[in-house]
Structures are given as structure tokens and as C-alpha cells.
């Protein structure tokens, strides 16, 4: 029988020596989405902070000059995530590679920059276990970049979005080196062509998921394609160069008859004739996006016939007809997810009679169809019972009591959007008897109160993310009921609540687990509120302040000495100077500051705290301040990855929300 490994103690009165450290890697599973747990856990003693330490397997820093400590202090590490760090260069690279040569599997740098095909090189060559792989984002990416990566000869996965400078030389590299991909990302890479694509498609025979859009392709690579017999995904979003004469018939049964999702979103040359071809290629395609294409007709239906399992269509921003929707509705299949955002077009009959024949749906938008009523809404609710996602914002011709059926008829919903409805408080007290919400959005919705709030602070615990945007009837009783009833509240927006006081913020510092709040325009909330929220909800890690004219450097302080996890702030039009500023500069996780019209602030302090900022990616600033900032300065912060967006934007006054979204029917029309 296999010995099970002890873990080294030095004090032989230590209750737990006789753990085995399998037991303690197991503790430690259960600990893996409760990072300050797992914090509390490893420096309880030494020897749990040493089992810590072997157990770990994934690492995220924010910043590359913590690598060196990191990999000491963590030898097995499989997957690296360096998205965060505002700056990795070749050094790191080869750091990484020295460190982690023999275990890492995964590595994430989506949004570095500054690395050449010199550190490419050394993760290929060194990280023989290397699966998966992610340069998404590298507008500097050249060939011979890419041609490095291919010494990555047991990659399985590899993102290269919006590698624009890649082209067919570099990733017929990585078809020649890399031939056990599972799947490929070369969206926006508009540097790759037919030859490129080609020469993917003949080397990498075990490709599953094929993401192509955008590329300036044509039919000349589609036989290549069509002849991998294990692809499940292929995406052509974006791809004007295919079109229905390119799509041939014979070339189609080649193969990918194992094909499950195909997105074609955006390719208006594809008309109702291309689909069919496309539909005729596998018989098992279960997800259909047309999204942004042709018009939705009998002709286009026509073809989703000959798939029987069929299960999501997608048809944002699509022109529809009744005829076609009908159609739809009349298809020999039971969809569960559908989604008509956006679609011209939507009527109450044709949307009606759909919905009584996919029962079964269990997805279903139609964001910003104007045109139903509560003839749609009633069927959905009497037809689809099962929906655990619902998203129907701006159906203005919705009436109030049509919400009331939703929450009587719907009652395993899970994501509910309201944004920009008529709903009212006995239209969300219905809606509060769905215990299971754990998102709700609610935002524009002028009839609500605190008395339908309280309702769904009452029945639904479960909630984890509310929307309240320019919902200016709520009041701190309202936020109140929430905190109290939603202990999971992660996400909450209450921006433009204009009658929020610090009451509320003082009721939602017992939300432990609150990750972001955007307070914007709340200007009755003062520094005391903010102090509430940061010594209290202290896995902060997004606040917007824009406009609380009363939250000054006070507010400040307590940020600084509580909410470690801080990433993103705005400050704009707040009361905070440079004094405030210069102390949220020892949080090491910040790295996005937007500060317009900060009053207090002088030329002198915004550069003390940019220096003090080490990890910062992004700050926004008012244009003004440009020539006010050395330019070695402002050259420096760059170097360290941060960039600036300079906004000429004039000071804006706030408008009644009334007006606001007269203002805005008016543009919609």
C-alpha cells in the first residue's frame, strides 16, 4: 500500500501533524474561490504556509517585478496569467521559462505588451508542456514572433486576435510546428489570408474550434475547412469576402460533419441560398448565429429544416418578418435559446405564436423590440416557464401590469433585464417570488420605489449583481432591504439614485463580498458613506465617484488603508485633490484612474501620485493637463505600460432624469 506523504512539523504538540498532505490539499480545494481564506489559511503556521505554497497552481500578479518572489515561493505552478501586468518583456519571458519550464500548461499574456519572438522563443523551446496559450491583443506581433511560438509543439490552443501584423509566413509557421491544435483564434489578424488559413486548416487535422473573423478570406480556403472532420466551431463573423456563389454544394459534404456551432454574424453577402448550403454541411449543428445579416425570411428558415438539433438561434440586429418568425416557430425542433435583440420588425403576433411552440426555451431576448405589448409578454410567460434568462430592455410599449405575469408564470429565472421598462412596485413585487435571480437590472425604470425593492430584498438571497441606473425613485430604504436580504451582492450600480445617502452606503457595507459599485451622480453620498463601504467590503475592486461633489481626500484615506484590492477608480467631478490621490497611490493593485475636472488638483501632485502608481495600465485625463505635465514624465509612466487618453470634454451640469430620457426617445426616433 502506498505510504501517504506527511507533512514536516517542528512542534511535535501540533494537534494537526497527523494530517497527511493530501488531506491539507484538499482543505486547500475547497478554499480555491475564497482567496482571503486561503490567505488566512497559509499564514496560520508554517507548515500550512509551506503546504500553501506546493499546492498553488495558478498565479495572477499585477505587476512582472513580483515574478521573482512568486517563483520561489511557488514551484508548480501550471497556469500563468500575466493579462494584468501592465509590462512584460523578453526578461520576464525567461524568467518564466527558467521558473516554470517543466510544469506550466497555460499562459495568459492577453493584454501584455513590450515582448518580442526572443522571449516567444524561450516559452516555446523551454516549456515543452505548454497547452495553451494566449497573445490576444499583441499589436506589435510580427512573424517572427509567431514563428517562435511554434517551437510550442504540444500546443492545443492558441489566441491571436487583433495580431495585426501576423501574416500567412507567420502562421503557416505555427500550422507546420503546431499540429496538435485543438483550436485557433485569428480574429481581426487581417494580415492573414486564403494561404494562411489554408495551410491551418491542412496541418492541423485535430482542430475543433476555428475563429476566422474579419479575415480578408475567400472561397479559395473554404475547401480546407470544410475537410476537418473534427471541427464543432467555425467562426466567419465579419467575412464579406464569402458569399453564396462561393459556397459550393459539392465542396460543402466534404466533411465537418461533427460541426456544432457556426456563427455567420455580420456576412450580408450570405443570403438564404448560402445558408442552406451551410446548414446542408452537418446534420448535428446545434448553435446558429446570424446576427447583423440578411433579413429574416420564410426563404432563410427554410434551410434550419434539415437540422434536428438545432437548440440556440441568434439574430441580433437582424431585419425579421412575421412570415419568418412564424417559420421559426413552425421548425421541427425544440430551441432553448433565442435571441431577437435589436430586430425590426418583432411583432406580438408572430412572437406570440413562436413562443407557443418552443416551450421549451430557457434563453430568450428581445432587447429593444419596440413594437410588442403585453400580448407578447403574456404568451412568453404563460408558454416558456422554464426561462432562466430574460432580457427585454427598452420594450416601451410593454404596460406596467404586464411585469406581474413574468413573476407569477417565470419562477426559475436567473437573469432578468428590465433596463428602461414601465414596471412598477407590484410588477417587481411578482417578480421577487423568483427566488432564484441572482442578476437584475432595473436601471430607467421611473415607476419603482423603495416598496417594490423591499420585496425583492425579502425573497430574493440569491441575488448577485442589481442595476438600478437613473432608477431615481429608490431611496435608502430601499438599499437598505437589499443589503440586508442579498448577502451574495457582488455588483450593484445605483448611479443617478439622486436621492441616496450615506445611510445606504452604511446598510451596504455589510454586503462582504461587493466587488464593484458605481455610485455616479449620487450627490447627497459624503466621504462618511465611502469610509463605510471600504473599511467593510474589502474585495472592492471597481468604484465610480463621478459627480458626489462631497466626497473629498477624507473619503480617500480609508480607500487607501482598506480596499487592497482596488483596480479602478473614477474621480471625476468629485472634491478629491492630490492629497487624496497621492494616497490611493499605496494600493499596488490600482491601475485605472479617470480624473476630469478635479478642482483641487495641481500639476505637481497629479505627477507625484502617477510616479507613486507603479502598477498603473490606463488613466484618463482632461487635455488641459498635458502641457502641464513634463514630458519625461509623462514618457516614463509610459515605458511602465500605462497609457493616457486625453479628453478635451467640457464641464457637464446634471439634467433632471426625466428630461434625460425625453432627450433620449428623441434620438431614438
Not at 541 to 553: E, G, N, V
Amino acid at each position: 500500500m502506498k505510504r501517504q506523504k506527511r507533512w514536516d512539523s517542528q512542534n511535535d504538540n501540533n494537534p494537526f501533524q497527523v494530517l497527511t498532505e493530501e488531506l491539507i490539499f484538499l482543505i486547500l480545494d475547497f478554499l480555491e474561490t475564497a482567496p482571503l481564506d486561503k490567505k488566512s489559511f497559509a499564514l496560520t503556521c508554517k507548515a500550512f504556509y509551506a503546504a500553501e505554497a506546493r499546492h498553488r497552481r495558478a498565479l495572477r500578479p499585477l505587476r512582472t517585478e513580483h515574478l521573482p518572489a512568486l517563483a520561489a515561493r511557488y514551484p508548480s505552478v501550471t497556469d500563468l496569467d500575466l493579462s494584468l501586468c501592465p509590462r512584460v518583456g523578453d526578461g520576464v519571458l525567461a524568467l518564466v521559462a527558467g521558473a516554470y519550464g517543466e510544469t506550466l500548461r497555460r499562459l495568459d499574456l492577453s493584454r501584455s505588451r513590450w515582448f518580442t519572438g526572443s522571449g516567444l522563443l524561450n516559452v516555446g523551446a523551454r516549456c515543452g508542456n505548454l497547452v495553451e496559450l494566449d497573445l490576444s491583443n499583441a499589436t506589435e506581433l510580427r512573424d517572427a514572433g509567431v514563428a517562435a511560438v511554434a517551437r510550442a509543439k504540444n500546443l492545443r490552443k492558441l489566441w491571436l486576435a487583433r495580431c495585426k501584423l501576423v501574416t500567412d509566413m507567420g502562421i503557416g509557421c505555427i500550422a507546420v510546428g503546431c499540429r496538435k491544435l485543438r483550436l485557433i483564434c485569428l480574429k481581426w489578424c487581417v494580415g492573414i489570408g486564403d494561404l494562411g488559413v489554408d495551410l491551418v486548416a491542412i496541418k492541423c487535422k485535430e482542430l475543433t474550434s476555428l475563429d476566422l473573423s474579419y479575415l480578408p478570406i475567400t472561397e479559395k480556403c473554404l475547401p480546407s475547412i470544410f475537410k476537418l472532420q473534427l471541427l464543432e466551431d467555425l467562426v466567419l463573423e465579419g467575412c464579406f469576402g464569402i458569399d453564396d456563389d462561393s459556397l459550393d454544394v459539392d465542396l460543402l459534404k466534404q466533411g465537418c460533419k461533427s460541426l456544432k456551432k457556426l456563427d455567420i454574424s455580420g456576412c450580408q453577402n450570405i443570403s438564404h441560398t448560402g445558408l442552406s448550403k451551410l446548414t446542408s454541411i452537418s446534420g448535428g449543428l446545434e448553435k446558429l448565429i446570424l446576427a447583423d445579416g440578411s433579413p429574416i425570411t420564410l426563404g432563410l428558415v427554410d434551410g434550419l429544416n434539415k437540422l434536428p438539433m438545432l437548440q440556440s438561434i441568434i439574430l441580433d440586429g437582424c431585419p425579421v418578418t412575421s412570415e419568418g418568425l412564424r417559420a421559426i416557430g413552425s421548425l421541427c425542433i425544440s430551441l432553448r435559446e433565442l435571441s431577437l435583440s435589436k430586430c425590426l420588425g418583432v411583432t406580438d403576433e408572430a412572437l406570440s405564436f413562436l413562443v407557443s411552440k418552443h416551450k421549451d426555451l430557457r434563453k430568450l431576448d428581445i432587447t429593444c423590440c419596440r413594437k410588442i405589448t403585453d400580448g407578447s409578454i403574456a404568451s412568453i410567460a404563460n408558454s416558456c416557464t422554464g426561462l432562466t434568462s430574460l432580457k427585454m430592455e427598452s420594450c416601451t410599449l410593454v404596460p406596467q401590469e404586464a411585469f406581474v405575469l413574468i413573476g407569477q408564470k417565470c419562477h426559475y429565472l436567473e437573469e432578468l433585464d428590465l433596463t428602461d421598462n414601465e414596471i412598477d412596485d407590484e410588477g417587481l413585487m411578482s417578480i421577487s417570488s423568483c427566488s432564484r435571480l441572482s442578476s437584475l437590472k432595473i436601471g430607467i425604470c421611473l415607476n419603482i420605489t423603495d416598496r417594490g425593492l423591499t420585496y425583492v430584498g425579502m425573497f430574493c438571497s440569491k441575488l448577485e449583481e442589481l442595476d438600478l441606473y437613473r432608477s431615481t425613485g429608490v431611496t435608502d430604504v430601499g438599499i437598505s432591504a437589499i443589503a440586508g436580504g442579498c448577502p451574495d451582492l457582488e455588483i450593484l450600480n445605483t448611479s443617478y439614485c439622486t436621492s441616496i445617502t450615506d445611510k445606504a452606503l452604511i446598510s451596504l457595507s455589510k454586503c462582504s463580498k461587493l466587488k464593484a459599485l458605481e455610485i455616479r451622480g449620487c450627490i447627497l453620498v459624503t466621504s462618511l458613506g465611502l469610509a463605510a463601504i471600504a473599511m467593510n467590503c474589502r474585495q472592492l475592486t471597481r468604484l465610480d465617484i463621478k459627480k458626489c461633489y462631497d466626497i473629498d481626500d477624507s473619503g480617500m484615506i480609508p480607500l487607501a488603508h482598506f480596499s487592497k484590492t482596488l483596480r479602478q477608480i473614477n474621480l471625476s467631478y468629485s472634491s478629491v485633490t492630490d492629497v487624496g490621490l497621492l494616497s490611493l497611490a499605496s494600493i499596488s493593485c490600482l491601475q485605472s484612474f479617470t480624473m476630469l475636472h478635479l478642482q483641487g488638483l495641481v500639476p505637481g501632485g497629479l505627477a507625484a501620485a502617477l510616479l507613486a502608481c507603479g502598477g498603473l495600465t490606463k488613466v484618463k485625463l482632461h487635455l488641459s493637463l498635458r502641457s502641464l505635465l513634463p514630458e519625461l514624465l509623462i514618457r516614463h509612466v509610459e515605458a511602465r505600460g500605462c497609457v493616457f487618453e486625453w479628453r478635451d470634454k467640457e464641464f457637464q451640469a446634471e439634467l433632471d432624469p426625466k428630461c434625460w430620457k425625453l432627450q433620449l426617445e428623441d434620438v431614438m426616433q
